[in-house]
Each structure stands twice: as structure tokens, then as C-alpha cells.
């Protein structure tokens, strides 16, 4: 006899968000992030005390739509936060081996995850509170703009982003961040900002933010970030902003 029932398909499960950041305290340092618009896209910032005197930020750019990458955020988080502190907690470690070692295990989690390709350009890096350090890699991301005595200097992509190439390694270079250092990362969506399809011409572009950071106050991190998108805002004024666009600082202020 047939059963007057049919069997019910399981419900999906859940949707996972990545844990909110909420920034560590830096001794002589000052570090924040702000977005502007919805969190439609792939922009993912995050910052995590890894030991006594480390502290690991990152800002990544997942390929795609947020309401599908929702998977690869969390994983990318988990190995960022976790694999992270277990590399960098010890005091005796080779910052660059362990930031090399880092960021493979993210690309092959990235890569093991989507069960293919799927490009995540990302800016990493690790702070040393005791020396005033920043030991980075830039695999594919929007470069890094460190502005100091001698002006304003880029840290560019030290190799290809994460998430297409399995064994791909990106070099990890250490630069030093005197007193009154700002580090200050972008996401495309800043730069890109105002462009019209393929044409770059009109985009607010990196010179206009090695501009702005040229000549901004000394001020704290949220507040520079915060004068950025707004400069931004004036430059285009628009309703919907297509995507995200996320500015992350850290000031040295001892």
C-alpha cells in the first residue's frame, strides 16, 4: 500500500555570517575599518591578537555576489583567526615563513571550498607591537598605501591573488612604521568608484587616495577612514554604490 505521505526534503542549513571584528586594542596604535552601502559584494576585513606583541589584519575581496560567498568568508575567517594565532603565537617564529604559510592555507581553503576557482585578492599582515613592523603579503589586492616621513609609499601585489592556484605562494616583505606611520588599505570598489563600464577614466582612482592620504590630519583611524569615503561620496554622488567599498587604517600614534 502507498503511503499517503511523502517524505519532506530537509531544510537547508543555515546561513553562517562571518563573527563580527571587533579590532584589539594596539599599544601605540590605533586601527578601524568603515563600509559604505549595503555589504553586497565580496569586501572582508578582520584583525586578530595572535600573540603578546602580534597582531594579524586583513582585508580580502572575495569574487562574486556576498549572499554567495557567505561560506567562503566564514572558512576564509576560521583559517585567518585560528591557523593564524597558531602560527604567529610564538615569539621565536620567521614572521615572513609563517605569513607565506598563511596565506596557502587560505588559497588552498578558498580553492577547497568552492570545488574550483574562485579569485580572492587579499592584503594580510602582522604587526609587532616591541619593533613597529608590519611583515605583509599583497596577493593580487589593491596596494597597500603607507605614508610616513618621506611621503607616501605603495605596497604593491607581492603575487596572484588566492583561490586559483593550489601551490601559488605570494612573497612577504616587513616594512618599518615610525611614530605618526598611517597604513591605510582600500578595497576596488574605491578605486573604481565613478567608472563607467570598462572606461577608467572617470574612476576615483589610487593617486586621488595617495592624494587624501598626502594630506589628511593626523587624526585617528575611524575618523581618517571615515573623511576618505566621504571624499569619495563627493567625488560621485550616486544612490547605489555596486558595489562595496571598505577603507581600513591603522595609525602608529607611539
Do not use: W
Not at 568603515?34 to 597582531?55: H, K
Not at 592556484?165 to 573604481?192: M, Q, Y
Amino acid at each position: 500500500m502507498r503511503s499517503l505521505f511523502r517524505s519532506r526534503a530537509p531544510d537547508p542549513p543555515p546561513t553562517v555570517e562571518p563573527v563580527p571584528t571587533v579590532f584589539p586594542k594596539i599599544q601605540g596604535g590605533d586601527i578601524a575599518a568603515v563600509f559604505v552601502g549595503n555589504r553586497v559584494a565580496g569586501d572582508f576585513y578582520d584583525s586578530v591578537r595572535v600573540g603578546p606583541e602580534r597582531v594579524l589584519v586583513g582585508l580580502l575581496d572575495v569574487a562574486g555576489r556576498r549572499e554567495d560567498n557567505r561560506g567562503l568568508l566564514t572558512v576564509a575567517q576560521d583559517i585567518f583567526r585560528n591557523f593564524g594565532a597558531e602560527l604567529f603565537s610564538r615569539s621565536d617564529i620567521n614572521e615572513a615563513d609563517a605569513m607565506t604559510e598563511l596565506s596557502l592555507r587560505l588559497n588552498r581553503g578558498l580553492i577547497e571550498t568552492s570545488k574550483g576557482v574562485h579569485s580572492c585578492p587579499a592584503f594580510i599582515g602582522c604587526y609587532h607591537e616591541k619593533f613597529g613592523t608590519l611583515c605583509y603579503t599583497n596577493a593580487g589586492h589593491t596596494p597597500g598605501l603607507l605614508r610616513d616621513a618621506s611621503g607616501v609609499t605603495e605596497l604593491a601585489s607581492t603575487g596572484l591573488p588566492l583561490g586559483l592556484f593550489s601551490h601559488a605562494t605570494s612573497d612577504a616583505p616587513t616594512v618599518g612604521l615610525g611614530k605618526g606611520s598611517v597604513l591605510l588599505l582600500v578595497s576596488r570598489g574605491v578605486i573604481e568608484c565613478g567608472r563607467d563600464h570598462d572606461c577608467a577614466a572617470d574612476e576615483f582612482g589610487l593617486e586621488r587616495v595617495k592624494e587624501f592620504l598626502m594630506t589628511a590630519p593626523a587624526e585617528g583611524a575611524q575618523a581618517l577612514c571615515s573623511s576618505l569615503l566621504s571624499t569619495m561620496a563627493e567625488f560621485h554622488k550616486e544612490a547605489h554604490a555596486p558595489d562595496d567599498r571598505t577603507a581600513l587604517a591603522f595609525v602608529r600614534t607611539a
